[in-house]
């Protein structure tokens, strides 16, 4: 016997509806390079996605093929209209990482087969270098009004103000299927072309509800959300969908994500009570205040994601501006969010060693996703806490198969159904996980796993380290022997004994990298994430130092 509830579908659109009806004068305050700050409600940001959605069917796009709408733009007011007016229309809205090698966005532009672009006024140049070779491309839309657009090389460009105001705002949103297509973001993997993971309206609204739950992200109307996470990155963590969902205000900052006297204005000004980034943009801010001698009075929590979250934010975050960090953990083919750090009752009394170290961990479960941890043989390992394994998930927010994936190429899912996310992990009694590794970044020495995030996570916290890498460099007789590569802090005096002793007592003896070398730079991803490749392929014959047996 079926259940006789309403069979109503899981959609975009239906968030839309419900802030337009309940939260219309909820504020969005965005960043542009027009606007030093744009500021208006809800009500009028979805008058201006159903003008978007006019446009979009006079430029001829069409929902019965799920058409794609490339976005090339930083977080602001015109974007979220994008999120909108492109998914409630029944077509796919393709945030494209700027960040990528240009060879890669030409990629996935044309595997996408984006038939317009929706460009930020400062990545055109990017397109100038390949337009030609967009064959699928038939218009660019630059972001602006008439009076900001820039020169350009590109002769064919609309301009996104004049398109909006040759459209009416009433537009009659088509009923869609939840399963249908609305988003659509390539991985920035190392190796090998981006992979497209292509979410549904029922994926984005269930991931959308499970964050926005207390133990969660816990948003609420009362909010002011600043999502430091770049909307043309996995959805700037679903926040476009889940503060409009609970009526929250919503602060988009603009091309200054990584400026800390900007975020501080925003902060203190729009009273934003809660932000979410990866920790190198949380260091900046953090570093813009020691210089600055200020501090942050609004901002309540944050959530810190996309790398591992180092001791120092929690701490400083805490001491300094009383802001709880919560770090969080995901995957672009998570949507992202796999699990996120709040404690369980009673954990906050353990003394405050213990206390940092359960922080330190990635996060527990959220409902709708499930985890594991696997040996080599695929055989499930214990939740004890000291026991890793390869990391694998199942839920309705977790690809099942990439964009018009590469046929030759192994199964995106295991047999039964499990994504493995190529991280190791432990996973304790309390389900709390730790991600101790990317599968490909964990030293194996003497057949034993190091893990290269703690020894990272150990080496920032010495106070003349600003950026530390641990790679695993070939050793004659433990197979791997780890490798710290450092950058110094300015000012620091900091020498290589140092460096080394500075292990002592903080890992366990065998863990003690073989050789520190400073360095002034080390590679990152499009994502900010260390490019372990590129430095294991740096120091492929280096030669570590006869280590006594
Ligand atoms: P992306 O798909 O670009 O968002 O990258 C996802 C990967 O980033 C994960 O598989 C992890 O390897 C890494 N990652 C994400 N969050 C964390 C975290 N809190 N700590 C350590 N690694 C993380």
Known sequence: MQGLMMDTQLLITSILRFAEKNSPTAEIVSVTHDHALFRYTYSEAFARSRKLANALAALGLDAATSDRVGTLAWNDHRHFELYYG???????????????????????????????????????????????????????????????????????????????????????????????????????GTTGNPKGVLYSHRSTILHAYATALPDAMNLAAVDCVMPLVPMFHVNAWGIPYSVPMTGGKLVLAGQG????????????????????????????????????????????????????????????????????????????????????????PSMDELPASEVMRLRLRQGRGLFGVEIKITDDEDKELPWDGHTFGALKVRGPWVCMDYYRSDPDASPTLDTDGWFNTGDIATIDADGFMLITDRSKDVIKSGGEWISS????????????????????????????????????KADAELSKQDMLAWFEGKVASWWVPDAVEFVTELPHTATGKLQKRALRELYVDYVLPQTPE
């Not at 900001?148 to 009659?172: G, N, R, T």
């Not at 009273?271 to 980034?277: I, N, Q």
């Open 257 to 344: 994500m990584a400026d800390g006297e900007a975020l501080f204005q925003l902060i203190e000004t729009e009273r934003v009570t809660a932000s979410l980034g990866v920790p190198t943009i949380f260091l900046a801010l953090l570093n813009w205040l020691e210089l600055n001698d200020k501090n942050l009075t609004r901002l309540q929590r944050i959530v810190v994601g996309g790398a591992a979250c180092p001791e120092k934010v929690i701490s400083v975050m805490a001491e300094a501006h009383g802001v709880s960090v919560h770090h969080g953990w995901g995957m672009t083919e998570m949507s992202p969010m796999g699990v996120i750090n709040t404690l369980k």
């Open 453 to 488: 995030i703690e020894l990272e996570n150990t080496a920032v916290n010495h106070p003349g380290v600003l950026e530390a890498a641990v790679i695993g460099v070939s050793h004659p007789k433990w197979s791997e022997r780890p490798l710290l590569l450092v950058i110094k």
């Open 86 to 188: 492109v998914s409630c229309s029944g077509l796919v809205v393709h945030t494209i990482n700027p960040r990528l090698f240009s060879e890669q966005i030409e990629y996935i532009i044309n595997h996408a087969e984006d038939r317009v672009l929706f460009v930020d006024p400062a990545f055109l140049p990017i397109l100038e270098c390949f337009r030609h070779k967009l064959s699928t491309v038939e218009h660019i839309v630059v972001l602006s009004d008439r009076e900001h657009m820039p020169e350009s090389k590109l002769d064919d460009l609309l301009c996104y103000e004049e398109l909006l105001a040759a459209q009416s705002d009433s537009f009659l949103w088509p009923s869609l299927d939840e399963k249908q297509a609305c988003s659509l973001c390539y991985t920035s």
